[in-house]
């Protein structure tokens, strides 16, 4: 396995302790995140859908929009980036064509979904699931094609709402039979879950992730309380962009109600500032390297 691969990259973080993956939607949140210190980067399908599409979670994104998003992200990025690859789009061989294509955009890892299609939000309810064995297939499908060893695999399930806790526990053990990486139950809905997770789930030996999204069904843990759980990374998958729509609301209401940037202003990135951390003085020393 090559060292220096975004999977690669992605699995030596495993080395270092419990680690967050930073929601960033596009290239601006992703330099940020980086800036800001993140070890590596989560591209959300519940994200994109809002940004590209202006719309809720239901699985409106196709798969060459999303694969789009994470290229561009990618390229503004030294981190390594998880991406969303929601139901694989399809069966068995759109789900070998979209890991191929999260391979080319330069992503490191993904995570795969049980859901039927069209999925919603896994913190949403009326989810319905597909059959294990249909997973399972998909699974199969989606690893015999991965051509980095080192890209990173992380099987999902959405049963904890639909079937209960200890179905969730019993797919994500028929998954792990496949060859993937890590597990995943999304929207667990306690502690008590959380536990019964990581118990029933221990002995496979694969790391197990928890969504530390605020505004969904589960509990509200810092990174060290969730591994203590048994849960060795997590993601924060959309407080950027929820953050992002306050903040841009909050500016856009006062901006029109007195048709002034002063009253704007406190809350406005210096325009220097910004022209600094996104690269200017670099661009127009390269300009004058190449330019006439």
Known sequence: MRSDTPGARFRRLFEQGPFVCMGAHDPLTARIAEAAGAKALYVSGFALSAVIAGAPDFGVLTQTEMFEAIRRICRVTSLPVFADADTGYGGPLEARRTIELWEEAGAAALHLEDQEAPKKCGHFAGKRLIPTADMVQKLHAMLDARRDPGFFVIARTDAIAVEG????????????????????????????????????????????????????????????????????????????????????????????????????????????????????????????????
């Not at 502690?191 to 509200?220: Q, T």
């Not at 591994?227 to 407080?239: D, I, N, Q, R, S």
């Not at 048709?259 to 406190?266: F, L, N, P, R, Y």
């Open 165 to 292: 806790i200890d179905k969730a526990i019993e797919r994500l053990r028929a998954y792990a039979a496949t060859g993937v990486d890590a597990l995943y139950a999304d929207a667990p809905e306690s502690r008590d879950h959380m536990k019964a997770l990581s118990s029933g789930l221990g002995d496979l030996g694969l790391p197990i992730l928890f969504n530390m999204v605020r505004s969904g069904k589960s509990p509200v843990l810092t990174m060290q309380e969730a591994a203590k759980l048994g849960f060795v990374f997590a993601l924060c998958p959309v407080e950027s962009m929820l953050t992002e729509h306050r903040a841009v609301s909050e500016m856009m209401r006062r901006f029109l109600a007195d048709q002034t940037t002063d009253a704007i202003a406190e809350g406005l990135t210096p325009f220097d500032e910004f022209n600094h951390f996104i690269g200017l003085s670099e661009m127009a020393e390269l300009n004058r390297r190449y330019g006439t």
